[in-house]
């Protein structure tokens, strides 16, 4: 997980979470921007919104915006950054399918996870290549430890995330042969 705060607006964090498990997210790099609103005397949840479209029980699929509120139900300002992003990432891990942002996602993960998974691949790749895509320079910060060395970094970054997007592909490919084959 990689994080930057705006120099300018430190209200405002940028980060990048990788999954690398078994499940439907499998070797997703999933950008995001977490907002805190200012709280003068009630702490208030910071807003987690997603760049791109996550098909996920809990992501509201228009807003992109990820429900806190359903993995800290109270909310205080005990609660550390660290707290929450461990918790967000393994949401991506073990999906609970109560989740109500994206009805159609908890429907679909509770009717066919193979199906949710066909889904859930094709917003992988497709958010591989909004960050290969990225014109904004904003994606080599959530990659960034580091001051960025274009010449350096660049062709090891197009390689990591091409290869991501092929064994996501191959993989669906796979999966999709192995149920035309269970099915026959």
Known sequence: MCMSVDG??????QGTIAIIDDGPYDGALLRFTLSFR????IPERPRLTFASPI???LIDPLSGEFDLAFLFAQWSNKIRMRQVLVAVRNAFTVIDPNGSRNPEAAALIRSSPKDYRTRVT?????TLQDLTNDNTGLGNVHMNFGPWIPELYEPILKDILSTGAALLVEKSRADSKADRHNHN
């Open 8 to 13: 300018i607006r430190v209200a405002v964090w």
């Open 55 to 57: 098909f996920h029980p």
């Open 122 to 126: 094709m917003d992988i790749v497709d």
């Open 38 to 41: 200012p709280a003068i005397a």
